[in-house]
């Protein structure tokens, strides 16, 4: 355990070093950021120029609940993003050969390698959009809540993880440059509404087999109405059962890899 | 660049484009129905609550809306060159292209359309599903003739699109990377082009500044178009505003190119 710290320790020194060379690159990954969540903001301001309320949420709990999805944007941005953008690259060219002689695990080394040190400022801003909204907010959270809220959203970062692999790693089958990537960041949008707004078989999709509402929305729910420990132990359960088909899957993938590039 | 050599990149690119066809097929259709589910779920809650009541739109009319907005928007706004004039410029692959007898913007443009012609197909089939399965607003009254205005709209909306990307990632003569201002542009396009929600939603005080920016003509400007919104005189100006802002940026590109093509070294990372 100590040597996959160290390593990763290791990960992120460099990332920084790197990052400081490229401070152009550096600086419009930061306003990239911004923009988008600016854009998310105007969206729900102007949606709410239309009507009271969302998904049975008034202007400042979506506010909340946008800025909370931020935190778990960042927290993917810097990271696990950088990562998921090269794996079907990877697997396309066969460069994968690399990372698996390597004496510690695959999907540790492929999915932690890049730390983007510059979407980590973005963390700190997406930080500062959830205080500005808390405190709009109509009601008071108290301190055990919102610790509890940022576990949760912690916790939804390691879910968009699961998800977003999980879309990547069929490329081992189909052998495209992009795998389904472009159908994770259609769904991605999922996460970014009210749980609410969604019904029937589609609301208990998302709640289960593509659990885009559990990121960042039931949390938000259960933060503006008490939390239920049946929330917090549904959430949990489904995050484990994600990372044991990860597991599953990304070994069953590796068997089908053949090493030879497209 | 002669039209045939155009035709020809345009083939090849379609048909590259095609190679993959299970993921081109799962992307796109899976990619389309999410965002099409999405919105309506989001509109159903709003407009079921008693929300939008004054925006201009019945639900059936904003769900036509926004298939418009969706499948029209694949044909402006997708395709895989929207990093390359970036990354050939990055890796020095630009030097190639330098050689050719042929307008690189030219050459480009037409791999951009050729990748879009499957998309085409697309859009086509999945439109005949809107007009079999959904029900159809009875205050909107598309005809030929909007039609044909929209389409219009949608072939200087490309042409629009691909000048806007084009500068932008002419940025890659100074900058190492980017891809970042590509997306930003693409977070902007959406919002301020009316692919979010309809700009006849958004405050009264920000109608004349949507009109006269580039990004209306993108998404929400054909779309509403082909749905019988845009009055002819307004159609007319707003295509001429459209033209204008691609023959601005095509200058601002043709001086930056020039400027870029000086500091250009050929070595590439």
């Not at chain 1, 990954?29 to 969540?37: E, F, N, S």
């Not at chain 2, 990619?31 to 809650?45: K, T």
């Not at chain 2, 009264?204 to 178009?225: E, H, I, K, N």
């Amino acid at each position: 355990m100590s040597r996959y710290l160290r390593l990763y320790l290791s990960f992120v020194r460099f990332s920084f070093s790197r990052a400081m060379e490229f401070r152009l690159d550096f600086f419009f990954r930061v306003v990239m950021d911004v923009c988008y969540y600016a854009t998310q903001i105007a969206f729900f301001a102007v949606i709410y120029g239309q009507t009271q309320e969302l998904g049975g949420w008034d202007r400042s709990q979506a506010f909340v609940f946008i800025s909370g999805f931020f935190l778990v944007d960042a927290l993917h941005m810097t990271i696990f993003a950088n990562n998921m953008w090269m794996l079907p690259i990877l697997v396309n060219q066969g460069d994968l050969d690399y990372y698996l002689v390597r004496p510690v695990s695959s999907l540790f080394f492929l999915s932690l390698r890049e730390f983007a040190a510059n979407s980590f400022l973005n963390l700190v801003l997406a930080a500062g959009v959830f205080a500005w909204a808390l405190s709009g907010l109509s009601s008071v959270v108290g301190v055990g809540d919102c610790a509890l809220y940022l576990a949760l959203i912690l916790n939804g970062a390691l879910l968009y993880f699961l998800l977003h692999i999980c879309f990547l790693i069929p490329v081992f089958w189909l052998h495209s440059a992009r795998g389904l990537g472009e159908v994770f960041f259609s769904l991605a949008r999922y996460a970014e509404r009210p749980e609410r707004i969604f019904t029937g078989y589609m609301r208990r999709a998302l709640v289960s087999i593509l659990p885009f509402s559990l990121v960042a929305s039931r949390p938000a729910q259960d933060l503006f109405e008490g939390f239920r420990w049946s929330t917090v132990a549904h959430i949990g359960a489904v995050t484990a059962l994600g990372f044991v088909f990860l597991l599953w899957f990304w070994g069953r993938a590796l068997r089908s890899y053949s090493s030879a590039s497209s | 660049m002669r039209p045939r050599l155009f035709a020809q990149v345009l083939s090849i690119e379609a048909r590259k484009s095609m190679s993959y066809r299970i993921d081109f097929w799962i992307n796109s259709l899976v990619g389309i129905l999410a965002q099409f589910v999405l919105v309506y779920s989001l509109w159903a809650s709003i407009m079921g609550a008693g929300g939008a009541k004054d925006s201009g739109y019945s639900f059936e009319a904003i769900v036509l809306y926004y298939v418009l907005v969706i499948l029209l928007g694949k044909l402006v706004g997708s395709g895989y060159h929207q990093g390359e004039v970036s990354s050939d410029i990055y890796d020095g692959t630009l030097s190639r292209y330098l050689l050719f007898p042929s307008s690189y913007f030219a050459f480009k443009y037409a791999q951009r359309l050729g990748s879009l012609t499957p998309v085409l197909a697309q859009v086509v089939v999945l439109g005949l599903a809107y007009l079999l399965f959904l029900p159809h607003p009875d205050d909107v009254s598309p005809t030929t003739a909007t039609v044909a205005m929209g389409c219009t709209s949608l072939v200087v909306a490309s042409l629009l699109f691909h000048s806007l990307s084009w500068l932008v990632q002419l940025v890659a003569f100074w900058a190492d990377n980017v891809w970042s201002l590509v997306v930003m542009m693409l977070f902007v396009a959406r919002l301020l082009g009316g692919s979010m929600i309809p700009l006849s939603m958004f405050p009264a005080w920000s109608q004349g500044w949507l009109v006269v920016l580039p990004f209306r003509y993108l998404y929400g400007f054909p779309a509403d178009t082909i749905m019988g919104r845009v009055p002819t005189e307004e159609w007319l100006l707003g295509l001429a505003i459209s033209l204008a802002w691609v023959a601005a940026i095509g200058l601002a590109s043709s001086a930056v190119w020039r400027r870029g093509m000086l500091s250009y070294s050929g070595v590439g990372i």
